[in-house]
Each structure stands twice: as C-alpha cells, then as structure tokens.
Nanobody, 127 residues
C-alpha cells in the first residue's frame, strides 16, 4: 500500500511563502499523476494543482501565478511552492497520487481520479 506523507505546513502572515512537500513510500513519483488539493472548514475539498506523468499541469484560477508544483525524482518528492499567500488560502492541504492514466487533464481534477491520499498538512494564513 502506497503512503503519501506531506510536510511543510504552518502559520504565516499574508504575503508570506510556504513550501509543502509530499513523499511517496513505495513507487517513485515518476509513476504517478500527482495532485494537491485543499479543504477549508465547511467546504468541499478542492483542486489546487494537478500534474500528469508527462508534466502537463493545471492550476486552479485562485492560485495561478502564485503557486508552483515541482517534482524531484531523486528525492521522490513533489513540492508545492506557495507565494503571496492570502488568508483565503487557509486550509488543510492534501497530496494525492494516481497510477491511472487519463487522456484529458480535466480528469485529473476530479478527486475520484486518485488512488492514494496523504493525511494533510495545515496551512494557516493570518491577515
């Protein structure tokens, strides 16, 4: 059973940056389509960014230009660099991985596309 472990969350002020990381335990990340999702209290889990094994990437409009996903296959890690953070970015951030291939990047936006999920890491942005 694959395990995803997120790290890097914390409490920051608006305008600050944070870098989240997600590490897989069994397979190298090159095998996975990866996604970062987030969930705020009382809201549904929403897509932040998804990336296929071929590096096609799709960002939510709310984070485009501020967040960047990257992979380090040598470290078996996917990272999410978050800049210019806003209070509305406050949420639990989840890493997700899928072995399934979808021809349309839009399919990776769906939570049901993913086989494995991390436990999440809290990001809190104060105003």
């Amino acid at each position: 059973q694959e395990q995803l472990v997120e790290s890097g969350g914390g409490l920051v002020q608006a305008g600050d940056s944070l870098r989240l990381s997600c590490t897989t335990s069994r397979r190298n990340i090159r095998n996975y389509g990866m996604g970062w999702f987030r969930q705020s209290p009382g809201k549904e889990r929403e897509m932040v960014v998804v990336q296929t094994t071929g590096a096609t990437t799709y960002y939510a409009d709310s984070v485009k230009g501020r967040f960047t996903i990257s992979r380090d296959e040598a470290k078996n890690t996917v990272s999410l660099q978050m800049n210019s953070l806003k209070p509305e970015d406050t949420a639990v951030y989840y890493c997700a991985a899928t072995l399934r291939y979808y021809s349309d990047i839009a399919d990776y936006i769906q939570k049901g596309a993913y086989d494995y999920w991390g436990r999440g890491t809290q990001v809190t942005v104060s105003s």
